[in-house]
């Protein structure tokens, strides 16, 4: 099975639309509009991640195994044998999706940390970090 390479390359669009963009005010939280402008957009960038990562996971064809595991492990007539391969097939599966998730999730939290140091002049020390 290979990786879908349509949810990937519509995510970095997305996240290059992200960064672009402006936000919106952030009154009703009531923090500073700055920050409240980055947590929007790293929301938003988080958001679009998961719905990328969901499209990945119907592309791949993980619900059909993901079905096919549940009908056959976890029923009472376990067949230990056909579980193992199914497992590892589902496994097989998910893991081409969330790696790519992993990933385009650390871009909406370096995001967010970028956002806030150059949009905001917030320092580590400012969002509570050690380092």
Request: with cysteine; net charge neutral.
């Amino acid at each position: 099975m290979s990786a879908p390479s349509g949810p990937g390359s519509r995510l970095a669009l997305l996240l290059a639309g992200i960064l672009i963009s402006t936000g919106a005010s952030s009154a009703a939280t009531g923090e500073e509009p700055c920050a409240g402008a980055c947590r929007e957009r790293t929301a938003s960038c988080h958001a679009d991640v998961n719905d990328a990562r969901d499209e990945c996971l119907r592309e791949a064809g993980c619900q059909a195994v993901r079905e096919r595991f549940r009908a056959r492990c976890l029923s009472g007539r376990r067949d230990e044998e056909a579980c193992g391969v199914l497992r590892s097939d589902l496994r097989t599966c998910i893991e081409i999706c969330r790696d790519v998730h992993r990933r385009e999730a650390e871009m909406c939290r370096s995001l967010a940390a970028t956002c806030l140091r150059d949009e905001c002049g917030a320092t580590a020390t400012d969002r509570g970090e050690s380092r």
